[in-house]
């Protein structure tokens, strides 16, 4: 399975838009680049799934480019409420469908 | 819809001793598995199970057992608990295991092991 980096940390304010960028080098051909999102105490919660170009739903965009090695998360106006860990995941369709999580990127928004 | 369902939410046990970790879903969801979370740190994939009857280790299984007798339910056995196995425990579900689909996580297990 691939292996993904992302920062460690990112801080925003309310209102900013935030980019998370995700580096997955060693992306096979069917592999797909999911992003969950886990609250504290909570289980992580899937954001959007993407396989190439750009993925839109009404919580985020994902933006993959033509080579597949890095994806980048866009959150648009983020809230307080979106302090957060975010993770990036590359993996197959395959017929395990297990999921590999790294260590994320911990968002911090201010007011 | 109740989605994914553990219990307990909280648990302490004493070393040595076994407890059974409870995950239901009322998804008909094929794949179902079980995670921990250490302080800090990604999940870790415990045991999955691509279906009734079927059951594989993932990452970090030592330690733990698993069964899968029905679409529903996905029980974690501690046999003998360890210091080392206090952590968070997640169970997840989703759809199908053979197509990349979205998985729902429980609320997860803190269980602290003394």
């Known amino acids: 399975l691939a292996k993904t980096t992302q920062p460690i940390s990112m801080d925003s304010y309310e209102g900013q838009e935030v980019n998370i960028t995700c580096s997955h080098n060693n992306i096979a051909t069917n592999d797909y680049i999911t992003w969950y999102q886990q609250f504290p105490s909570q289980g992580p919660r899937f954001i959007i799934q993407?396989?190439?170009t750009k993925v839109t739903n009404e919580v985020a965009s994902l933006f993959i480019p033509a080579d597949r090695k890095s994806s980048t998360l866009s959150l648009p106006r983020v809230s307080l409420s979106d302090t957060a860990v975010y993770y990036c995941?590359?993996?197959?369709?395959?017929?395990?469908?297990?999921?590999?999580f790294g260590t994320g990127t911990l968002l911090a928004v201010q007011p | 819809n109740a989605g994914v369902t553990q219990t307990p939410k909280f648990q302490v046990l004493k070393t040595g001793q076994s407890m059974t970790l409870q995950c239901a879903q009322d998804m008909n969801h094929e794949y179902m598995s079980w995670y921990r979370q250490d302080p800090g740190m990604g999940l870790r994939l415990i045991h999955y199970s691509v279906g009734a009857g079927i059951t594989d280790q993932g990452e970090v299984p030592n330690g733990y057992n698993v069964s899968r007798s029905t679409t529903e339910d996905f029980p974690l056995r501690l046999l003998s608990a360890a210091p080392s196995q206090t952590s968070v425990y997640f169970c997840a579900s989703s759809y199908s295991a053979t197509l990349n689909t979205e998985a729902f996580f429980g609320q997860g297990t803190r269980l602290t092991v003394v």
């Open positions: 993407g396989y190439k």
């Open positions: 995941l590359v993996g197959p369709g395959g017929a395990t469908n297990k999921l590999i």
